[in-house]
Every structure is written in structure tokens, then in C-alpha cells.
């Protein structure tokens, strides 16, 4: 069984540019979870993609925006860049389904913002 | 709106021995899941422990198990016998339970747990 991976690993932009981060589901979930941590916080959640709709947002700006592809992975893509945008992107998959309920995580995408 | 609290920025235990991570919680749903993660240095959110909230029992899984005080809205872990692998960042996390469609996982700001030789 393959988990959830995420590429690239590291990544560093500079102001105003824009950036695609990517992430392969784990084998057999149909959704996908984008989370923002802090350094030191908890992760926050973007937004949520099920059977390649939104299904759930957070407190973001529009700039946050996302896909999830026939294949269940999904990408996160970010405009405008700004400072505070710098953080780890996690993203977390799991199955949908009336007993299920836990979401597991890749390794994350340490963005940094200049 | 659902928050998780953890009061413990940091904790250390020597290794072998028990220590406990707290975790408060406030939700209005009446059907949710309870989470511990843990984030060690490699930053990869590791499950520990799942709890249903309709479930009395408390969860085990090996040296982890939790406390779970519903009425109290009370959610700590223990971890038993301290091992030097298990110095990580945790994380107590909910979300509720929509029958079939998933929610989002809220987070708490995370306990530093050292583990000392």
C-alpha cells in the first residue's frame, strides 16, 4: 500500500509569484485535505476535495485555490505570494464512507516566501 | 465552531517511565472524532490514537491510550513506558462526524514532548 506523498519538498519563491504544490492520495482514499502549519501552530485547514469537488473550506483568500484529478490527487495552488504565506503544506488523505473518519498525512511542502 | 486546547507547550519524561499530554476540546456537534498525531522532526503527521465520541471506552493502541472525559470535554493521552523515538511534537485534534462526508481536522498548538535517557 502506497501512502500519501507530496512533492517537492522544498520550495522557495519570492514575493507576488505563484506556486503549485502537489499530492498523490494514498492508495484507495477519494479525499484530499490541504492543511497550512505554522512554524510552532498547528496546521490550519485550506480546504477539503471529494470525488474532485470542494467540499469544505477555511479561512482563506481566494488566492488558495486547488484541484483533485480523476486519479484522487490533488494539487494546491497559491497566487500572489506573500510573506506570511511562508509554512509547512500538508496534505492528508482518507476515504469517505459512513465508518470512516481518519485522515493521514504525506510529509509536507516547507514553502518559503521572500 | 470546534477549538482544541493543549496547555502544555513542553513536557519531558525520562525514558521508561509515563507521562500524560493533556487536551481540552468544545464542540457543538454531537457525533465527532478525537485524534492524537504525532509530528517528530522528519515533520510527518503520524496517527497515535482515534476515539469516537459515542464510544465509553477508552481507546488503547500498545503503549498509547487515552482519557476521555465526555462531559468534561476532556481528552488526554498516556504514553507508557517512554521510549527516546516517541520525542515528537503531538497534537490533539477533532472533527465532527457527517456520516459519510469527511470534516476537517481541527488542531490544538501541539505539546514538545522530549524524551530523556
Known amino acids: 500500500e502506497t501512502g500519501v506523498t507530496q512533492s517537492p519538498t522544498h520550495l522557495i519563491k519570492t514575493r507576488g509569484q505563484q506556486v503549485t504544490l502537489r499530492c498523490s492520495s494514498q492508495?484507495?482514499?477519494?479525499?484530499v485535505s490541504w492543511y497550512q502549519q505554522a512554524l510552532g501552530q498547528g496546521p490550519q485547514f485550506i480546504f477539503q476535495?471529494?470525488?474532485?469537488?470542494?467540499?469544505g473550506r477555511g479561512n482563506f483568500p481566494p488566492r488558495f485555490s486547488g484541484l483533485q484529478f480523476p486519479n484522487y490527487s490533488s494539487e494546491l495552488n497559491v497566487n500572489a505570494l506573500e510573506l506570511d504565506d511562508s509554512a509547512l503544506y500538508l496534505c492528508?488523505?482518507?476515504?469517505?464512507?459512513?465508518?470512516?473518519?481518519?485522515?493521514?498525512f504525506g510529509p509536507g511542502t516547507r514553502l518559503t516566501v521572500l | 465552531a470546534q477549538t482544541v486546547t493543549q496547555s502544555q507547550p513542553e513536557m519531558s519524561v525520562q525514558e521508561a517511565e509515563t507521562v500524560t499530554l493533556s487536551c481540552t476540546y468544545d464542540?457543538?456537534?454531537?457525533?465527532?472524532?478525537l485524534f492524537w498525531y504525532k509530528q517528530p522532526p522528519s515533520r510527518q503527521m503520524i496517527l497515535v490514537i482515534r476515539?469516537?465520541?459515542?464510544?465509553?471506552q477508552n481507546a488503547t493502541e500498545n503503549r498509547f491510550s487515552v482519557n476521555f472525559q465526555k462531559a468534561a470535554k476532556s481528552f488526554s493521552l498516556k504514553i507508557s513506558d517512554s521510549q527516546l523515538g516517541d520525542t515528537a511534537m503531538y497534537f490533539c485534534?477533532?472533527?465532527?462526524?457527517?456520516?459519510?462526508?469527511?470534516?476537517?481536522?481541527?488542531f490544538g498548538k501541539g505539546t514538545k514532548l522530549s524524551v530523556k535517557p
Open positions: 485534534a477533532s472533527h465532527p462526524n457527517y456520516g459519510g462526508s469527511q470534516g476537517n481536522l481541527i
Open positions: 464542540t457543538s456537534e454531537n457525533n465527532y472524532y
Open positions: 476535495y471529494y470525488r474532485e469537488e470542494e467540499n
Open positions: 492508495s484507495g482514499h477519494n479525499t
Open positions: 492528508a488523505s482518507s476515504l469517505a464512507t459512513v465508518d470512516t473518519d481518519t485522515q493521514y
Open positions: 476515539q469516537e465520541a459515542y464510544k465509553q
